[in-house]
């Protein structure tokens, strides 16, 4: 309990504390003094002191005698209720009924239809037995009446065209957005920021999505890199030669099949290169399909579970 | 094709492209449920207008934001019951009774704004009752803290299932059923004589 030196009087929280010795020995302290300058204050805890001390004073009552051997005669009569010990999984079993009053949420989950059945057949069955239970249901069966008699109330009949007449004048309140000088730009600008994620979710998918070719890439070079006749000088220069033959076969004009083009020559000489080392091609395949899984799950998630922002309207504050 | 004749979501998408009659089409389905809502938690029928026109103002500003996978009608009231919450907020108006409007500054102007309760009733005596029951129930409604109020009247008065409560109100599902079972054990508390009869 936070109790602070504050002008104003003692709660009946801080007075309970204080009478139970629950406060600090600063706290009680700085009650102390307050009450010494309190007279309200003391009056109020000269009463919870009363109220303590009747209640102090209620005593124990004794019991009727035979009372001990009627609990006994009882457990005897209904042996699972006793507590047995052993392993928790041995006393799991079906719960005994207590055949006590149905309470108000019991009350109100029956009448909401929301018992499970075997819950709403004990409660008919208590129901037919119990009359006060009866007597209860009745009384909660009015209110539920009542309520569903309450209706809608209307508003004056100038109701609609007030809205209409608030909403045009914010509208003509509301500033014109200034033109843009590079309307297109904007435009532009306006369309890539849609296409870019907007929750952490988002950009998972987007690195999901980018890191399968980033993976078979980077196989590749392996692929290649790790052959011994390879390096980068030689790719470069290969690269080079079969990007100028390709251009200069192009610009030429040169016709002949669709396996002659310099071009495809070149790729399919790449990838003969790649195919000497199979288990590289075999890793970076595994990868490809390992990336492409990652992808297609995040694009589920993304699809088909609840965001959030996404299970409630949004609402103008 | 009529506007009476569309749902929801497609009058909103029309009034998103500022169709006047779209507007007054969502104004004729929800002001009645609306105002009801916000009547019955502020106890003053001039507060009460303001409040839910100012809410229908709101919400038809953000239209162009309405997700129509969400029911318009939870939106409203969610815009609805945000706006009358921050209103009690700041006013401090939890509990007012029937007599009048806590805002009124004269005899006059409390008996003006005084709670007016519809009766189903056929003979005179029921109209009395019904007046009498309806009355005692909207005192008792009156008295709950405002948000037990909101979860009775969505519950009750709009029939909405849990769940949409939950979310109308941003609450978890735990705490509407609790909120729901305090509300209407206190209702029937508060109404024992009249439930006995």
Redesign the interface.
């Known amino acids: 309990m936070s109790l602070s030196p504050r002008i104003g009087h003692l709660s009946p929280d801080e007075i309970q504390e204080f009478l139970e010795g629950g406060l600090s020995a600063r706290q009680e302290a700085w009650v102390r003094g307050h009450l010494d300058v309190c007279p309200r204050c003391r009056e109020e805890v000269q009463e919870w002191q009363g109220l303590f001390a009747d209640l102090g004073g209620l005593g124990e009552l004794v019991p009727r005698e035979g009372f001990s051997e009627g609990v006994l005669a009882r457990l005897r009569l209904n042996p699972s209720s006793v507590p047995r010990k052993g392993w928790w999984f041995l006393r799991l079993g079906p719960r005994r009924r207590v055949d006590t009053h149905l309470s108000?949420?019991a009350f109100?989950e029956y009448l909401e239809g929301r018992l499970g059945r075997r819950a709403q057949e004990r409660a008919e069955a208590h129901l037919a037995a119990c009359s006060p239970c009866r007597e209860e249901m009745r009384?909660?069966r009015?209110?539920?009446a009542?309520?569903?008699?309450?209706?809608?109330?209307?508003?004056?009949p100038q109701?609609?065209e007030?809205?209409?007449l608030?909403?045009r004048a914010?509208s003509a309140e509301a500033p014109a957005p200034a033109p843009s000088p590079w309307p297109s730009i904007v435009r532009g600008v306006g369309r890539a920021q849609r296409l870019l994620p907007r929750s952490p979710r988002g950009w998972a998918v987007a690195g999901g999505l980018a890191l399968a070719p980033a993976l078979v890439a980077t196989a590749l070079a392996w692929a290649v890199f790790s052959h011994p006749l390879v390096s980068v000088e030689t790719v470069l220069t290969y690269l080079l030669w079969k990007t100028s033959s390709a251009l200069a076969g192009a610009l030429a004009g040169a016709g002949g099949g669709f396996f002659e083009n310099p071009l495809v020559a070149g790729l399919y000489s790449l990838f003969q290169g790649v195919a000497r080392a199979p288990w590289l091609l075999g890793v970076g395949s595994f990868l490809f399909s390992l990336g492409c899984a990652v992808s297609v799950w995040l694009l589920y998630r993304q699809f088909t579970s609840p965001r959030e922002s996404?299970?409630?309207?949004?609402?103008?504050? | 094709m009529e506007l009476r004749h569309l749902p929801d979501h497609e009058v909103a998408s029309l009034a998103a492209r500022g169709r006047?009659p779209a507007?007054?089409e969502l104004?004729?389905r929800y002001?009645?449920?609306v105002?009801?809502l916000v009547?019955?938690m502020v106890r003053d029928?001039a507060t009460?207008?303001d409040l839910?026109?100012?809410a229908?103002?709101?919400?038809?500003?953000?239209i162009g934001?309405?997700?129509p996978?969400?029911?318009f009608s939870?939106?409203i009231f969610?815009?609805a019951h945000?706006h009358t919450i921050d209103h009690l907020r700041k006013r401090k108006l939890d509990t007012v009774s029937l007599e009048g409007s806590p805002y009124s500054r004269d005899d006059e102007d409390e008996a003006r704004t005084r709670m007016?309760v519809?009766s189903?009733g056929e003979t005179p005596e029921q109209v009395l009752e019904?007046r009498e029951?309806?009355s005692r129930?909207?005192e008792a409604i009156g008295r709950l803290r405002p948000e037990y109020r909101a979860v009775?009247?969505l519950r009750?008065?709009e029939g909405y299932a849990y769940d949409e409560i939950a979310?109308i109100l941003?609450l978890p599902l735990g705490t509407v059923k609790t909120f729901?079972?305090r509300a209407?054990?206190q209702?029937?508390e508060m109404?024992?004589g009249v439930?006995?009869s």
Do not use: C, M
Not at chain 2, 56 to 62: I, K, T, W
């Open positions: 108000a949420r109100q009384r909660w009015r209110l539920w009542d309520l569903a008699d309450l209706g809608h109330l209307s508003p004056s109701f609609a007030g809205v209409l608030r909403l914010r996404r299970r409630h309207a949004h609402v103008p504050s | 006047e507007f007054r104004l004729r002001q009645g449920p105002f009801s009547y019955r029928r009460a207008e839910a026109q100012e229908f103002v709101r919400a038809f500003q953000a934001t309405f997700d996978a969400f029911k939870s939106w969610k815009i945000n007016e519809a189903a019904a029951l309806g129930l909207e009775v009247l009750h008065v979310r941003d729901l079972h209407r054990a209702l029937k109404l024992e439930l006995e």
